[in-house]
């Protein structure tokens, strides 16, 4: 059985309501529209549905989701013996217009973790740097257009960490293209084998698409949240609790969309 159909209408629903928080609030308001006439069945939905917001909304809650993802990787060990030949580092978004920066647009928080730990591998092996990330796709300003991410990166690597940076793909709008992308940039060096630089959540998909590119792949990520200690104040719910929770769940939803994508051969 083809599975085209299905990717398809997986296509037509908007990736924000299948995350939380808005996908909980859908089922809060399924609920809610069912009080008049099932007030039961209302009632339980509605509370299921307030109950998960909030429990997700803790780093505490958002660890069973964070947890699976994070135990697919591991830190890498004696990079400078993995045998790799360049470094790889992932785009995560940028802020744009960086006052502070004279209007340029910077990596944002995400994308600035994982510009310092290429830093740190780079200072350790000595090899040289990729940096893969495009305008996104949901850019319609004309700067943005001409100033992808990965400027941004190399910038920041360059200025802020005194790291040189050899090679741009600016191109690239999700994971697979960066794959593609940075394979068609390497390839022509020679390059196979990588040491792989995002965070924790983000590897196990990220890796599987580069492994699907070409690339013999090292795995090396960082920003680890599944094994902190958890306080008192771990269950209380904040905003950090619900991004953990979304990013996570973005992620396992690519995963099995990349698997889908992969099994019929797209």
Partial sequence: MTLSPIIDLLNLIPRSLILPPASLFVVIAIGLALLRRRPRAGRIVAGTGLALLAFLSTPGGARLLVAPLERMTAPVQAPERAGAQAIVVLAAGRLRRAPEYDGRDIP?????????YAAHLQR???????????????DTDPDARRTS??????????DDFGVPVKWLEGSSRDTAENAAFSAAILRAEGVKRILLVTDAMHMPRASAV????GFDVVSAPTMFFGQQPLSTAAWIPSAEGMRRSWYASYEL????????????GR
Avoid: C, H, K
């Fill in 108 to 116: 944002d928080y995400v994308g600035l973790a994982r510009l310092r």
């Fill in 124 to 138: 350790q092996t000595g090899l040289p740097i990729l940096v893969s990330g495009g305008s996104g796709t949901s």
């Fill in 149 to 158: 991410e990965a400027d941004s990166m190399a910038a920041a690597l360059r």
């Fill in 210 to 213: 580069f492994a699907r590119a």
């Fill in 253 to 264: 939803v690519g995963i099995v969309w990349y698997r889908l994508r992969a099994a019929n």
